[in-house]
């Protein structure tokens, strides 16, 4: 029979400690042993941190920084809860660099004071992991994935009773009204609810993943592992450098406006980012049908937009459901494949692309109906018709070519309803689960203020927590942990 001894207060606690100062520990000095933090601080960061202004510092900008990238790695969710960490955990206090504990008010004002600082800091961590992410995946780390969403601020109307209450009320008066089911009480709401929150008018009004929300946007260029290399928030100062960017007043529908304002905001989101990073040329795009349009595949795939000489190769965009593709010189189905002249359901066959001379692609497409036959006097393969009812006398069947740059929508330098096609874009949703990582784990949702500078930090913060994340998986050659280091944790 197997003894039951009962465990005391003390024992767990002693458990609990053992574990706390063991494991811990281990962690931080993996840090500390592959991380210098002095590399990462630029020296105008340093100038400014400690500039003379009468009274010397309490605490060294190393420890602020090390504890909000920790606060970030372990999911403390609350800038008062990782104080507390602080307080009750000498090795993480000594590991940080604080000598004392600073109060919250420290924590936000150097976010707010630093905020520039801090920028440069993740900007310069972006160049050091491209490498890195080269080296991890080149396919990938040669694409371009675009989204936006927001953080929402503390205020009044993020409170769900707001909406519902609403809602309520135009259901309430359609049932009265005898209003039939065209109409739709949740696009009436969102149009009489206000454009932004009576707090803060840079507070927008958004429809994010099926709800209302007020919140600060912002948008996040990732490549194809979902490692960040830009970040862009959307406020009055981005607004002001991009006078190009018209501000129109939002539609009835919620999913249209997020829509055309994230059309809007792509260009000018990636000429701040090629600007920053001028050696990082990706070759690939690739979004949502929020940006099927005509200009914009022009400017991304032609031109000097970015810069001389930078633009992209191939964008993968999927078609916005409310147009159709059309060819002037062919019938062309869904995904702009030319179909049969007598069978509009039989699509041709992609046989191959070539580059003429002056550096223009051109694809060629042959008929579905045809079969290589070999010649027994040359011993060669030539094409041979074989359709009951042939659209040209031509033995070899009907040919077209198509030249992309005539139509850079349907042909943007590749080929839809591909298996490329597929495989490829299923890749873009990288940038979604880096939102919702940067959101979840990374301590930027949940934010309990409405202060635009210190969410601004918040989600620069987040970045560097990502690209340390990125280094230091390298040095330990796990290249696994690129997005998390969870798994170092537990």
Not at 239 to 260: A, G, Y
Not at 320 to 328: C, D, Q
Not at 397 to 426: A, C, Q
Request: glycine share 4%; with cysteine.
């Amino acid at each position: 029979m197997i003894p039951h001894k009962q465990l005391s207060l003390a024992d767990i606690f002693s458990d609990c400690q053992e574990k706390f100062e063991n494991d811990k520990p281990a962690f931080l000095s993996l840090l500390e042993t592959h991380i210098d933090i002095d590399e990462i601080i630029p020296i105008s960061f340093r100038n400014h941190f400690y500039a003379s202004t009468g009274r010397t510092r309490k605490y060294p900008l190393q420890a602020f920084l090390w504890a909000l990238i920790i606060q970030r790695i372990f999911s403390i969710p609350t800038d008062q809860l990782l104080l507390t960490f602080l307080a009750y955990s000498k090795p993480l206090r000594e590991f940080c660099g604080f000598s004392k504990v600073p109060d919250a008010s420290k924590i936000t004002r150097f976010k707010q004071d630093f905020l520039d600082d801090l920028q440069i800091v993740f900007d310069n961590l972006v160049d050091v992991t491209e490498p890195i992410c080269q080296a991890i995946d080149s396919a990938r780390a040669d694409m371009t994935i675009f989204d936006s969403s927001g953080i929402e601020a503390f205020v009044t109307e993020n409170n769900p009773k707001y909406a519902n209450r609403i809602i309520r009320q135009l259901k309430a008066y359609a049932k009265a009204q005898g209003l039939d089911k065209s109409y739709d009480p949740y696009k009436a709401a969102y149009g009489s609810m206000p454009s932004h929150a009576s707090a803060n008018p840079e507070i927008k009004q958004l429809y994010i993943n099926g709800h209302f929300c007020y919140v600060f946007k912002f948008g996040i260029v990732t490549n194809g592992l979902g490692i960040i290399r830009h970040i862009s928030f959307y406020n009055k100062d981005f607004m002001t450098s991009h006078p190009e960017i018209l501000v129109e007043k939002k539609s009835d529908s919620p999913d249209e406006d997020k829509c055309v304002h994230d059309a809007k905001l792509l260009i000018p989101t990636l000429k701040d980012f090629f600007a920053k990073h001028p050696l990082i040329n990706p070759k690939t795009f690739l979004g949502d049908a929020a940006f099927d349009s005509c200009q914009l595949y022009g400017e991304l795939l032609t031109g000097s937009t970015f810069g001389e000489n930078k633009h992209f190769a191939k964008a993968y965009i999927p078609l916005n459901s409310r147009s159709e593709l059309k060819n002037s010189d062919c019938k062309v189905n869904e995904n702009g494949i030319p179909c049969c002249p007598n069978d509009n359901s039989l699509p041709m066959k992609h046989e191959g692309t070539s580059t003429r001379k002056n550096g223009l692609k051109r694809y060629k497409f042959i008929c579905p109906k045809i079969k290589y036959v070999k010649d027994a006097s040359t011993g060669k393969y030539h094409r041979q018709c074989i359709c009951d009812n042939p659209c040209t006398s031509s033995e070899c069947g009907r040919m077209i070519y198509v030249y992309p740059e005539k139509d850079l929508r349907t042909y943007p330098g590749t080929i839809r309803g591909t298996e490329e096609w597929d495989n490829t874009y299923k890749i873009r949703t990288a940038v979604e689960r880096d939102i919702n990582h940067i959101k979840d784990n990374l301590c930027l949702a949940g934010r309990r203020t409405q202060n635009e500078k210190t969410l601004h930090a918040d989600l620069i913060l987040a970045g560097i927590t990502q690209l340390i994340t990125v280094v230091l998986a390298d040095k330990i050659k796990h290249h696994e942990y690129i997005r998390s280091l969870k798994p170092l944790i537990a």
